[in-house]
């Protein structure tokens, strides 16, 4: 059984992610660190899964008119392809994952860097090109696939785009409960048939429905928040956490 703190843990990693799919796109990837005092190795990534799908559907039953599917469709194959690498990775490393947080830490803390840089010198926005889609669909897709953490570098590339926070946070709840609800498979696969152990236990997921309540109040909260952020202050803010989750990786 969990003990009390590693409930109250959960909890506050549980209201956070509620937060950031219903309002603030960026700061669940705080809660990933928060996760990793209560499991560790593989179930780190299986243990927050079922959490991140079940806001996702607060969130595409809110903001699913605002998706801007003509961003969605080219980032596919690319996300696809981000999955094979990422399957790849837990074949060849296990549940050795360290290397990589600091590896997206990094990669997320650049990419951060240059889109406060364009937006201080005022560059034009980006335009959606293949290779930009490569690129950022690639990595997002790994990513999320390894260390549930996609969320800054799609949300940093669709800033780019110019996006507004309508637009952004609609087409990312669907991008998200597609791409998390398509890990639930291989997941399976790779704790039964690899080395490195299972993504999910029953405790585990006993774990998670426990945190259900913290899950709501998490996802009402953000949704009331979001309608009061200005469009400026919103790009700030998903910069800022995205910055903030990737200097927790890295510590």
Same mark, same amino acid.
């Given at each position: +059984?969990?003990?009390?703190?590693?409930?109250?843990?959960?909890?506050?990693?549980?209201?956070?992610?509620?937060?950031?799919?219903? $309002?603030?796109?960026?700061? $669940?990837?705080?809660?990933?660190?928060?996760?990793?005092?209560?499991?560790?190795?593989?179930?780190?990534?299986?243990?927050?899964?079922?959490?991140?799908? &079940?806001?996702?559907? &607060?969130?595409?039953?809110?903001?699913?008119?605002?998706?801007?599917?003509?961003?969605?469709?080219?980032?596919?194959?690319?996300?696809?392809?981000?999955?094979?690498?990422?399957?790849? &990775? &837990?074949?060849?490393?296990?549940?050795?994952?360290?290397?990589?947080?600091?590896?997206?830490?990094?990669?997320?803390?650049?990419?951060?860097?240059?889109?406060?840089?364009? +937006?201080?010198?005022?560059?034009?926005?980006?335009?959606?090109?293949?290779?930009?889609?490569?690129?950022?669909?690639?990595?997002?897709?790994?990513?999320?696939?390894?260390?549930?953490?996609? $969320?800054?570098?799609?949300?940093?590339?669709?800033?780019?785009?110019?996006?507004?926070?309508?637009?952004?946070?609609?087409?990312?709840?669907?991008?998200?409960?597609?791409?998390?609800?398509?890990?639930?498979?291989?997941?399976?696969?790779?704790?039964?048939?690899?080395?490195?152990?299972?993504?999910?236990?029953?405790?585990?997921?006993?774990?998670?429905?426990?945190?259900?309540?913290?899950?709501?109040? $998490?996802?009402?909260?953000? /949704?009331?928040?979001?309608?009061?952020?200005?469009? /400026?202050?919103?790009?700030?803010?998903?910069?800022?956490?995205?910055?903030?989750?990737?200097?927790?990786?890295?510590?």
């Amino acid at each position: +059984m969990f003990t009390v703190g590693a409930l109250l843990t959960g909890a506050v990693a549980a209201y956070i992610i509620g937060l950031s799919k219903t $309002g603030v796109p960026g700061g $669940g990837l705080l809660a990933i660190p928060l996760f990793a005092t209560v499991f560790e190795g593989r179930l780190i990534a299986g243990a927050i899964l079922p959490v991140l799908v &079940f806001a996702d559907l &607060f969130a595409i039953g809110w903001y699913r008119q605002h998706a801007r599917w003509d961003l969605l469709r080219p980032l596919a194959p690319w996300l696809g392809l981000g999955f094979v690498f990422g399957t790849v &990775f &837990f074949i060849v490393v296990g549940s050795a994952t360290r290397s990589l947080e600091i590896v997206i830490g990094s990669i997320v803390l650049s990419i951060v860097a240059i889109q406060i840089w364009r +937006m201080w010198r005022g560059a034009p926005e980006r335009a959606a090109t293949t290779a930009t889609a490569a690129t950022y669909g690639t990595a997002g897709g790994f990513t999320t696939f390894v260390a549930n953490a996609a $969320g800054p570098v799609i949300n940093t590339y669709l800033v780019g785009l110019g996006l507004p926070k309508y637009q952004l946070i609609g087409t990312t709840a669907w991008l998200y409960f597609v791409v998390n609800l398509s890990k639930v498979p291989f997941y399976l696969a790779l704790g039964a048939w690899t080395s490195g152990g299972r993504f999910f236990t029953w405790e585990s997921l006993l774990f998670d429905l426990a945190l259900v309540p913290a899950v709501l109040a $998490g996802v009402y909260s953000g /949704r009331s928040l979001f309608h009061r952020i200005p469009q /400026r202050a919103f790009l700030v803010v998903v910069l800022v956490f995205s910055a903030g989750g990737a200097l927790k990786l890295l510590a």
